[in-house]
């Protein structure tokens, strides 16, 4: 594992006007990890995210990606790619022209990764758009965008969740699980908003990192039997097992859940129907094997 570090946090701190923004923070990401920062509002995590992006001055410790010091290799900083919350963008410019300009900056521009990144997120058609004529949440699907738009090894994603609807924060999780050969450090202030897609949860108090925990959640979880149903809409249909006092595990498009009779599968089979969820195949595994529920077929899509 420990050649596959990507972010290494060497007691970092920030000292400005006489007070810590951020003090003798430790952590390190993989390969592949989804780490998530939470604290209270004024804890620290804008600040740690914008420590590591140089946003920040570092008044002491190290940051290191893949094993170099960002001190020595100034470079590197092009390999840490941000999002910031509250989004910011230059009034009298172009969306289009605003992402140009940033991800030029860091010799990062292709305007076919930005544009289908844009198309992923739904906002493609505000490309010519000015920012005062968007609205917030707009504006954070762009910031957003812009990030995920530009190859790295390290992705900061501050507060990701904040202003978008169900639906966009759906497609933003994906868009991370399938990131890969890199790191995320995304920020927030409830854990089971991130449940579903977190390796890491990092705790912050009063500028400091207090604790830290691997996301097992799934520890109890029996992966050889239990129900599954796949669909379009994998997050908002955890969301609802939840809701209901079920665990559910997401992998990719299909949700695992505890093993359920089939009536109450059919139930929940018609629950998804009225909320029009999309439904490719539901079904149990026994022993280790998967078998699809050709009698529910009437709920699935059709190709």
């Known amino acids: 594992m420990e050649e596959n570090k990507i972010l290494e946090l060497n007691n970092i701190s920030s000292f400005v006007n006489k007070r810590f923004l ?8 993989h390969k592949n990890e989804v780490a998530v920062v939470l604290g209270e509002n004024g804890s620290g995590k804008s600040s740690l995210c914008k420590l590591i992006a140089g946003a920040l001055p570092l008044s002491g410790g190290d940051i290191y990606i893949e094993g170099k010091n960002l001190a020595l290799h100034e470079l590197l900083t092009r390999e840490i790619s941000i999002s910031l919350d509250p989004p910011v963008f230059f009034k009298y410019q172009s969306v289009l022209e605003n992402i140009k300009y940033l991800l030029k900056l860091k010799r990062k521009y292709n305007r076919s990764s930005v544009l289908e ?17 968007l609205t917030e949440r707009e504006k954070k699907l762009i910031t957003l965008g812009c990030a995920l738009a530009q190859s790295a090894k390290v992705y900061i ?14 497609i933003l999780k994906k868009m991370i699980e399938r990131t890969k050969d890199c790191a995320f450090l995304l920020t927030g202030n409830f854990k089971e908003d991130f449940e579903d897609i977190a390796n890491t949860f990092i705790y912050m108090t009063n500028r400091e990192i207090t604790s830290a925990e691997k996301n097992e959640r799934w520890a109890n979880f029996n992966k050889n039997r239990y129900c599954f149903i796949e669909t379009k809409q994998p997050n908002f249909l955890g969301k609802i ?12 498009n299909k949700v695992l859940f505890t093993k359920v009779n089939d009536d109450e599968l ?4 018609n629950l998804l129907k009225e909320k029009k969820l ?25 190709d």
């Not at 951020?22 to 990401?29: A, C, F, G, H, M």
């Not at 665990?247 to 990719?252: C, D, F, K």
């Not at 059919?266 to 089979?269: A, S």
Request: proline share 2%; net charge negative; hydrophobic share 40%.
């Open 22 to 29: 951020v003090k003798n923070v430790s952590l390190t990401l």
């Open 241 to 252: 097992l939840k809701e209901q006092g079920k665990e559910a595990l997401i992998e990719n």
């Open 157 to 170: 994603l501050d507060e990701p969740f904040k202003g978008l609807n169900e639906d966009d924060v759906e």
């Open 278 to 302: 999309t439904i490719y195949s539901a079904g149990f595994s026994e022993k280790g094997e998967e078998v699809m529920l050709d009698k529910f077929s009437e709920f699935y899509k059709k």
């Open 117 to 133: 990144t844009l198309k992923a997120l739904g906002i493609d058609k505000l490309t010519s758009a000015m920012p005062l004529s």
């Open 266 to 269: 059919e139930n929940l089979l």
